[in-house]
């Protein structure tokens, strides 16, 4: 077991949980109420400097664990040493959010637009939830395991303003 | 939330640039607030080229994805076929036999090498010099041949297998490519020359749209965007994969982090990528091009055509496909435009539950409009250039 890791689960005892990872990898799971201040922690005090990656999972079906239905994964690494670490967080199936990182990485601006529209989860405190990969008007969230693939939707209006008040956020 | 729609005070207006529009390179739109030529604000909208790559992919089989994986950044397939294929080996833990290993970096390093060619080349034209364009687009005309002859496509060549690669280097291709690097040097040379000493160019590039390497590191650079920045973090060195620990390479770094540097850093990794290929060639090792693994690869033709064996392990793969076991792996390449990440989820069928593209190009769009903001419109044409944004990546 890392270092960095070490640090994390003295800091935090039980409220990460190590999980079994395939490759050698590293991975944790937080609850949703932790989530910030423990990839904080990992930014500013682990290291772990880069956000790499949002990856929503929708687990509809899937033959173990499917509840809650989605789960978030943070992949972070750090610049200077190379280590990786991902942070599995559970969305609750009743509010379906999750707290936003905007304010950490200018990265999770884009990224958690990405999660909200393909998977239909809010991050709360994001100051510009839109859509980003599907048209404005897109009915549902496409990467969800109920959206049938061969749902067409014919939209071609384009959104006439893009521009937003705070230049942070577009 | 933002209001959508903010006013605009009367001596400003709000252009449009894309999203189908010569400099964009591919669909992507942006907007612009601009006072005379001066941005003052922008927004960037994606999604145009969003094919649903990452939902295509839940529906096939693992390796029935490599094609899709491929249309990704369509200026470098071969990275992107291999790259894909080494994410699947990751989850399975298997690795690629130490030929493939080999050609894998040959074929990756080509790769980026045209990919830096289309890019500076493009780049270089958005800012008036079109000869540039010739020389560098003659080069990579002559590399697309060599493709051709190696996996028998030009721009989506399919190579890539899961456990190794499709088919050996052809009989003097290793030849033939060191004649082609040699002219590719000296039109890199030449066209390095030429712009070097060029005022007009200089003028348009040189301390345009930097980006400083806070924001790079909270945009998630990677690759050139991020070594511009005097940040000198490379895969390919941090944590080698295929045997890159056994060429000897340098990772250029510059320390602007403007439109200049991230021009110049791709013709020096040109070089530094020259030098990996004549490597690869000179120590080439023996051995097959692909793992026998009954679970994972297809018997040799010859087998299958003379052997019931050989037919039902062909049969037997084709239709029940690969099964790796359950869990969650990432993967990530040194692509040419920095680090290509797959996320698989796997519940230990045939088909991936889910996967997640980390594409380069994404983080370094997502930055834009905090590089374009204070500049004028004519700058940020140039940066967007060099960025080498290739929208069937950001948008998958």
Redesign the interface.
């Known amino acids: 077991m890392d270092a960095p890791l070490d640090r994390l689960l003295a800091r935090f005892e039980e409220r990460v949980r190590v999980l079994p990872a395939l490759a050698g990898q590293t991975a944790v799971e937080v609850a949703p109420a932790d989530l910030v201040e423990v990839v904080a922690f990992l930014r500013d005090e682990a290291g772990f400097d880069v956000l790499l990656d949002l990856v929503g999972v929708d687990r509809l079906g899937h033959p173990e664990a499917p509840t809650p239905r989605f789960e978030v994964l943070y992949h972070l690494k750090s610049l200077a040493g190379g280590a990786r670490v991902r942070v599995h967080v559970p969305v609750p199936d009743d509010t379906l959010e999750l707290p936003s990182c905007w304010r950490l990485w200018h990265a999770a601006n884009w990224l958690e637009r990405e999660v909200w529209d393909l998977f239909g989860i809010r991050f709360a405190g994001h100051p510009n939830l839109c859509r980003i990969l599907c048209h404005h008007r897109f009915e549902g969230h496409a990467l969800r395991r109920d959206y049938p693939i061969g749902r067409r939707q014919r939209l071609d209006a384009p959104e006439a303003f893009l521009l937003t008040d705070d230049p942070e956020w577009a | 939330?933002?209001?959508?729609?903010?006013p605009i005070p009367a001596e400003r207006f709000?252009l449009n640039i894309g999203p189908s529009h010569p400099v964009t390179h591919g669909t992507l739109?942006i907007?612009i607030?601009a006072e005379g030529e001066t941005i003052v604000?922008?927004?960037?909208?994606?999604?145009y080229l969003?094919r649903?790559f990452?939902?295509?992919a839940?529906?096939v089989y693992w390796e029935q994805v490599t094609p899709y994986a491929e249309r990704l950044n369509y200026c470098s397939s071969l990275h992107n076929s291999v790259a894909w294929c080494h994410a699947v080996e990751?989850?399975l833990?298997v690795r690629a036999p130490p030929r493939a290993q080999a050609l894998r970096v040959l074929a990756s390093e080509i790769a980026r090498i045209m990919d830096h060619l289309v890019c500076l080349a493009a780049n270089i034209l958005d800012v008036g010099a079109l000869s540039c364009w010739w020389y560098l687009y003659n080069v990579r005309e002559r590399l697309y041949d060599l493709v051709e002859d190696l996996c028998g496509h030009r721009l989506m060549v399919t190579w890539g297998r899961v456990g190794g690669v499709a088919t050996d280097l052809p009989e003097g291709w290793g030849e033939r490519l060191l004649v082609v690097l040699r002219e590719a040097g000296e039109a890199v040379g030449e066209v390095r020359e030429m712009l070097s000493s060029n005022r007009i160019f200089l003028d348009r590039v040189e301390g345009v749209c930097v980006i400083s390497p806070k924001?790079a590191?909270?945009?998630?650079f990677t690759g050139p965007c991020l070594r511009a920045c005097g940040?000198p973090?490379d895969l390919r060195k941090?944590?080698p994969y295929w045997g890159y620990e056994r060429y000897a390479f340098d990772v250029p770094v510059r320390s602007h982090g403007d439109t200049l540097d991230r021009m110049w850093i791709r013709f020096d990794e040109i070089e530094a990528s020259t030098q990996i290929v004549r490597q690869v060639i000179e120590s080439l090792p023996s051995g097959p091009v692909i793992l026998d693994d009954p679970g994972i690869t297809l018997p040799a033709r010859e087998e299958v055509q003379s052997t019931m064996e050989g037919l039902i392990r062909h049969f037997k793969r084709i239709m029940h496909g690969i099964h790796p076991?359950?869990?969650?792996?990432?993967?990530a390449t040194e692509a040419p435009n920095g680090?290509l990440?797959f996320?698989l989820?796997s519940?230990?069928g045939p088909r991936p539950?889910?996967v997640?593209v980390?594409s380069p190009s994404?983080?370094h769009f997502?930055?834009f409009?905090?590089m374009i903001?204070g500049s004028m419109i004519a700058d940020a044409v140039a940066a967007l250039g060099s960025l080498n944004v290739v929208a069937g990546e950001l948008?998958?």
């Open positions: 939330m933002s209001t959508r729609v903010p709000v739109r907007q607030e604000r922008s927004a960037c909208e994606i999604g969003h649903g990452e939902k295509e839940e529906r990751t989850l833990g924001d590191i909270a945009h998630g940040l973090r941090d944590e076991p359950r869990g969650v792996v990432y993967s680090e990440g996320t989820v519940d230990g539950w889910r997640k980390r994404f983080a997502s930055a409009p905090r903001n948008d998958r």
